[in-house]
């Protein structure tokens, strides 16, 4: 084991030392995403778009795919069921804390489903009803119209659904998620 005297004062063991390059080498290289597609839903604005899948039941919207990755939707007409995973275009700046929806007590955000996350990804397990074309008809949307699409993939019960055991802080709220719709607190 090598020991390293640092400029700050802070004495290192090699293998500390070769930790925080690692860390400093994966933190120099941004990560960027590029759209696919836009979702097209009736809700114009967050307040008032259902918090969850489960309480959007029978709404219905589109994913318009840019016609350059259509290709890429051959053979997904097979799946009752598709994983969307969106960037969220109106959410405000990041917290690590937050009062989610359904609970009045702060919570770190990795306890809950809030878009005020550190990277401010969504995802929802929606319906599809039909492609035509570049576009996805579905059905229990709980998306922004004009929300970006970053993928799609489709929802396989073998390998996405576990036998859950608890669901903490929600075990006592849970029971409202039907009439829950978003107050825009978390919104720009």
Do not use: C
Not at 9 to 38: C, F, L, R, W
Not at 83 to 101: C, N
Request: charged content about 25%; overall charge negative.
């Amino acid at each position: 084991m090598s020991i390293s005297n640092r400029p700050d004062g802070i004495v290192q063991t090699g293998h500390e030392h070769q930790e925080k390059e690692k860390n400093d080498s994966a933190m120099e290289h941004d990560i960027h995403y590029k759209p696919i597609g836009i979702i097209h839903s009736p809700f114009k604005e967050v307040k008032g778009t259902p918090i969850q899948p489960a309480g959007a039941e029978g709404i219905e919207g589109n994913v318009e795919v840019f016609p350059e990755y259509a290709e890429g939707l051959k053979d997904l007409e097979g799946f009752s069921h598709i994983i969307l995973l969106y960037h969220f275009h109106l959410s405000g700046k990041p917290s690590l804390m937050v009062t989610p929806y359904m609970d009045s007590s702060p919570r770190g955000v990795f306890a809950t489903r809030s878009p005020r996350r550190p990277n401010a990804i969504g995802i929802s397990v929606v319906r599809l009803i039909e492609i035509e074309k570049n576009i996805l008809h579905i059905q229990d949307v709980d998306i922004v119209d004009g929300t970006p699409i970053l993928d799609i993939k489709p929802y396989v019960p073998d390998f996405d659904r576990r036998e859950v055991g608890r669901i903490g802080w929600l075990e006592n709220v849970i029971q409202k998620l039907s009439g829950s719709k978003d107050d825009g607190r978390f919104a720009k």
